[in-house]
């Protein structure tokens, strides 16, 4: 199957920064991506539609403001968590469609923020 | 997209066929069945999906009944890596990337020794 990857892998930092978080599809191109968050012991909820060249959409709830998403090119895609505060630590991960449309995942990113 | 409903959670022996079961009796003529895992701490993996024929691949079986209401994902020998959430999903299909994936609770399976 197709490859997505997330760097970091995992994350540690104060309240009050920011954390940049990096989606590549190594081996096709997206022009949309999702971004999810997942609380322990919870299923995946989608926080925002990636999509290439043009402005992110948002699910209700989600601050577009504090969760800032750049879709750079066809294979990148970056989440920045902005001003990060102890209730923002979560699992976030993203996936990117095929051109077949299925939907492949990365491996996930742990933000913990002190 | 319609909604699915699954067992919360199912054991099964190893090396045993594992049926984990699936009902989506709002499905549309033109939604998908999509079946994904996620073991403890990873992102969700690919398994298969299936408009209305049954589908196989080397990871498993994806059989959905003639009224497509409901459907039975099956891992034919199942291991202990096999323990994880099972997530059915039914989404519209088709080559239109814009369709994101909308996940339930899922089926946690365990597979014992």
């Known amino acids: 199957g197709a490859v997505v990857s997330q760097h970091p892998s995992w994350v540690i930092c104060k309240s009050g920064t920011s954390v940049k978080i990096e989606c590549r599809s190594l081996d096709f191109q997206a022009t949309t991506m999702f971004w999810y968050r997942q609380f322990p012991k919870q299923s995946l909820m989608l926080m925002a539609t990636?999509?290439?060249?043009?402005?992110?959409?948002?699910e209700q709830g989600v601050e577009k403001d504090k969760f800032l998403i750049n879709h750079a090119s066809l294979t990148l895609s970056t989440l920045t968590v902005t001003s990060a505060h102890p209730e923002d630590s979560s699992f976030y991960i993203c996936?990117?469609?095929?051109?077949?449309?299925?939907?492949?995942f990365g491996p996930g990113t742990r933000l913990t923020v002190l | 997209d319609a909604k699915t409903t699954q067992p919360p959670s199912m054991d099964c022996a190893e090396g045993r066929a594992a049926n984990l079961p699936c009902n989506h009796s709002t499905i549309s003529g033109n939604e998908y069945v999509y079946w994904y895992r996620q073991i403890h701490s990873q992102g969700p993996q690919y398994i298969i999906h299936g408009l209305k024929n049954n589908e196989t691949n080397e990871m498993a079986s994806l059989i959905i009944t003639e009224d497509r209401k409901s459907s039975t994902l099956i891992l034919p020998h199942a291991t202990l890596r096999d323990t994880a959430v099972y997530y059915c999903?039914?989404?519209?299909?088709?080559?239109?990337?814009?369709?994101?994936?909308?996940f339930g609770g899922g089926t946690r399976l365990m597979v014992k020794p």
């Open positions: 990636s999509n290439e060249g043009s402005k992110a959409t948002y």
């Open positions: 996936s990117a469609p095929t051109r077949a449309d299925t939907q492949y």
């Open positions: 999903i039914v989404r519209v299909g088709g080559g239109n990337a814009g369709n994101m994936l909308t």
